[in-house]
């Protein structure tokens, strides 16, 4: 393998290559037969569940296994032949460098990756067969637009050579995008295994000749990415279009352009901003997404994909939002939230001036007039555009709103109401028992001031006395 021209590599920096190199290359050959074995096993069943529904993807699956079998035997005799040897440093860029066994035909690729990290990786030869696939029996509207989200999450696509070339580290992703694909030959590799810090993946590759009926080239991953989030987020999800619910499907699936699913909520990334999508959205965008997947959502699922199996759990979610409530105080609708912290949970009622809801100047002065102290806040808020701007509010916390309820009882059944709701939509055990403390405080303060008032407010509930 010809080495080209030795770069200069300082002395410090050499003993930091080589140091890394060893560490990562002694621990992935202690791992290694366990990662095949895994792998190995995953496809091995995932190939007999194909079998009868999809017998084309199960003899791409086959292919795979012959493959891994070669990426092993070949990484196995690298890893033994590499920690045996002498080593040469060179430098290939900037933050790159090959270590080359003496005497060798073959090295180990590191580069520096951000906040100090390394990536490590040894490149396999010849690792590769052509497969014909025959794919999923698709609408050519389905087949492209699930096909536009792999596009816009992890493949390449050059139309000039109408070239498709995907690269992914997970072993489902080669069967979940081939399985897109129809009535071509595909050329299926394992070109190198990846030396993680704390995991060892083997590298996959798809190349095959495909000719795209629409143009994706320049920044239109990030145009058409933003482009469904804004649709997403200033409309009504159940407004979505089937297929652009397809193709977001697939880009959720992808590693590149959205990040992982946090609590209740869909993390977007367009245009390098984090745009998120929260609570009853994310779930109806999760049910949407998961009803036009079709047949495709049926290998998804069969592969065990771990996204797809967090989409269906979360579509089957009651979301942690509840109906908003509300108090009315000197005409002025003041909406409950749940405050608090890792001890305990509090009640607050809050009203926000915008340009829509205007609040009387002495709104203060007339809410105390009728038994509510509220406090005057200003809260700043600074807009994508990079302006910054100021509202006014209005808060009350719990003892001020329990003040409240003594003058106006009925405020005790709001209270309740919206707090049994809350209790409802939550599944963590400690969450619960704090709602329920802040529930019998406002019970023993109605029992006190009003008992007869909370006994009726509670028949209504369905709650006991």
Same mark, same amino acid.
């Given at each position: 393998m010809g080495r080209g021209i030795e770069l200069e590599v300082d002395e410090k920096t050499r003993e930091i290559v080589e140091r890394v190199a060893r560490e990562r290359v002694e621990k992935a050959s202690s791992r290694l037969d366990e990662r095949?074995?895994?792998?190995?096993?995953?496809?091995?069943?995932?190939?007999?569940?194909?079998?009868? %529904?999809?017998?084309?993807?199960?003899?791409?699956?086959?292919?795979?296994?012959?493959?891994?079998?070669?990426?092993?035997?070949?990484? #196995?005799? %690298?890893?033994?032949?590499?920690?045996?040897?002498?080593?040469?440093?060179?430098?290939?860029?900037k933050k790159t460098w090959r270590i080359y066994p003496k005497d060798k035909g073959f090295y180990v690729m590191i580069g520096k990756a951000p906040k100090g990290n390394f990536n490590v990786v040894l490149p396999l030869d010849n690792v590769a067969t052509d497969v014909f696939i025959k794919g999923l029996k698709l609408t050519a509207?389905?087949?492209?637009?699930?096909?536009?989200?792999?596009?816009?999450?992890?493949?390449?696509?050059?139309?000039?050579?109408?070239?498709?070339?995907?690269?992914?580290?997970?072993?489902?992703?080669?069967?979940?995008?081939?399985?897109?694909?129809?009535?071509v030959v595909a050329r299926i590799a394992v070109r190198s295994l990846i030396l993680g810090k704390n995991s060892l993946n083997f590298a996959w590759r798809i190349l095959t000749n495909i000719l795209l009926p629409w143009e994706l080239k320049g920044k239109a991953k990030e145009i058409t990415t933003e482009k469904f989030v804004l649709r997403i987020k200033k409309k009504d999800v159940n407004k979505l279009k089937p297929s652009e619910a397809l193709t977001l499907l697939t880009l959720y699936l992808g590693d590149g352009a959205i990040p992982n699913f946090k609590v209740n909520m869909l993390h977007i990334l367009a245009n390098n901003r984090d745009?998120?999508?929260?609570?009853?959205?994310?779930?109806?965008?999760?049910?949407?997404?998961?009803?036009?997947?079709?047949?495709?959502?049926?290998?998804? #699922?069969?592969?065990?994909? %771990?996204?797809?199996?967090y989409l269906e759990i979360l579509s089957n979610r009651k979301a942690n939002n509840v109906v908003r409530m509300h108090i009315v105080v000197a005409g002025v609708k003041m909406h409950l939230i749940l405050v608090g912290g890792a001890s305990h949970f509090g009640l607050e009622a809050r009203v926000l001036e915008t340009r829509?809801?205007?609040?009387?100047?002495?709104?203060?002065?007339?809410?105390?007039?009728?038994?509510?102290?509220?406090?005057?806040?200003?809260?700043?808020?600074?807009?994508?555009?990079?302006?910054?701007?100021?509202?006014?509010?209005?808060?009350?916390?719990?003892?001020?709103?329990?003040?409240?309820?003594?003058?106006?009882?009925?405020?005790?059944?709001?209270?309740?109401?919206?707090?049994?709701?809350?209790?409802? #939509?939550?599944?963590?055990?400690?969450?619960?028992?704090?709602?329920?403390?802040?529930?019998?405080?406002?019970? %023993?303060?109605?029992?006190?001031?009003?008992?007869?008032?909370?006994?009726?407010?509670?028949?209504?509930?369905?709650?006991?006395?």
């Open positions: 095949y074995l895994e792998v190995y096993e995953y496809l091995a069943r995932v190939a007999r569940k194909l079998r009868e %529904r999809w017998p084309w993807l199960s003899i791409l699956t086959i292919y795979m296994l012959i493959l891994l079998d070669k990426a092993y035997e070949q990484a #196995k005799q %690298r890893l033994n032949e590499f920690l045996s040897a002498e080593w040469h440093v060179f430098r290939s860029g509207r389905v087949r492209w637009y699930a096909l536009r989200g792999w596009l816009l999450s992890d493949i390449h696509y050059s139309r000039k050579r109408r070239l498709l070339d995907a690269g992914t580290d997970q072993s489902w992703q080669v069967i979940a995008i081939s399985a897109l694909l129809n009535d745009l998120p999508i929260t609570g009853a959205k994310a779930i109806q965008l999760a049910q949407k997404m998961l009803e036009v997947s079709g047949e495709y959502g049926e290998l998804l #699922k069969l592969l065990q994909v %771990r996204k797809y199996q829509k809801t205007k609040i009387p100047e002495n709104f203060a002065e007339l809410a105390e007039r009728e038994g509510l102290k509220v406090e005057e806040t200003t809260i700043r808020y600074k807009g994508w555009n990079g302006r910054v701007y100021e509202y006014r509010a209005w808060h009350a916390y719990t003892e001020e709103l329990l003040e409240f309820a003594h003058l106006r009882p009925q405020a005790y059944c709001v209270y309740l109401k919206y707090l049994y709701a809350k209790r409802e #939509k939550y599944e963590n055990r400690c969450t619960i028992e704090k709602v329920q403390r802040l529930i019998d405080r406002i019970i %023993r303060d109605a029992r006190k001031h009003a008992p007869k008032t909370l006994e009726a407010c509670l028949e209504e509930l369905g709650q006991e006395s």
